[in-house]
């Protein structure tokens, strides 16, 4: 496709399910990001992929968050036991990444919006 | 605590007004972007500032990037209808850095 898309794009889940949200980033993008932003704020890092090199994860908030990539493709967050407090929406972004630039344009997907019972 | 705190929170005006929000920090980035949000999308970019005192147009649109580059503003000179969204400002810090930070947002609504 030409742009970022995210799956579901709605997830209403229980309180201590599992969760997957999924991420197919532009393609030929190197870089993948996962942010999560609550109701009236604004987003907060959660992880990053860049090729093959170990991913940064130093935004996730506990251990139940866990996130793969598979390549320079399809990105998975999984969220584990589920709390309220997990509600928002989870953007993923991807971005041609080049070197250390701190130019480059991340796109952004339209989100998935996870409402925990 | 966030990094970046913009102001105002919450902007309601009518069309053709003049508007500006401001995007503050104690810190110091290498750079700053400043992104529109519209309900359920993901953020746009706008502009990316990465010199103090730089200043970008886009159209109607005015980005200034702080002397000390800790801070930032945009300016919508006569509003449309069609700037309503969320505006988000987000600075990086190092060249290598891996993650944007994000302020709070600005929720515009330019009313016709």
């Known amino acids: 496709g030409a742009g970022v898309s995210q799956s579901p794009s709605n997830k209403v889940t229980e309180k201590g399910k599992d969760v997957e949200l999924r991420c197919d980033p532009i393609s030929g993008h190197t870089a993948l990001y996962w942010y999560r932003q609550r109701l009236g704020q604004g987003l907060e890092f959660l992880i990053y992929?860049?090729?093959?090199?170990?991913?940064?994860k130093s935004g996730l908030p506990s251990d139940r968050f866990s996130a793969e990539r598979t390549g320079e493709s399809v990105s998975t967050l999984t969220i584990q036991r589920t709390q309220q407090e997990d509600s928002a929406v989870y953007l993923c972004?991807?971005?041609?990444?080049?070197?250390?630039?701190?130019?480059?344009?991340?796109?952004f997907g339209p989100g998935t919006r996870l409402l925990v019972l | 605590t966030q990094l970046l705190e913009q102001s105002p929170q919450f902007l309601s005006i009518q069309e053709g007004e003049n508007l500006t929000v401001y995007c503050n920090s104690s810190s110091v980035f290498s750079s700053l972007q400043w992104y529109r949000q519209e309900p359920g999308e993901g953020p746009v970019l706008l502009v990316t500032v990465v010199t103090g005192g730089e200043v970008k147009k886009l159209k109607r649109l005015t980005f200034q990037f702080g002397d000390a580059r800790k801070d930032s503003s945009l300016h919508i000179t006569a509003a449309q209808p069609g700037d309503t969204g969320l505006y988000l400002c987000?600075?990086?810090?190092?060249?290598?850095?891996?993650?944007?930070?994000f302020g709070t947002g600005t929720r515009l609504t330019v009313i016709p």
């Open positions: 972004a991807s971005s041609q990444r080049q070197g250390a630039s701190i130019k480059e344009t991340q796109y």
């Open positions: 992929f860049q090729g093959n090199s170990a991913p940064d």
């Open positions: 987000a600075g990086a810090k190092g060249t290598g850095a891996n993650n944007l930070f």
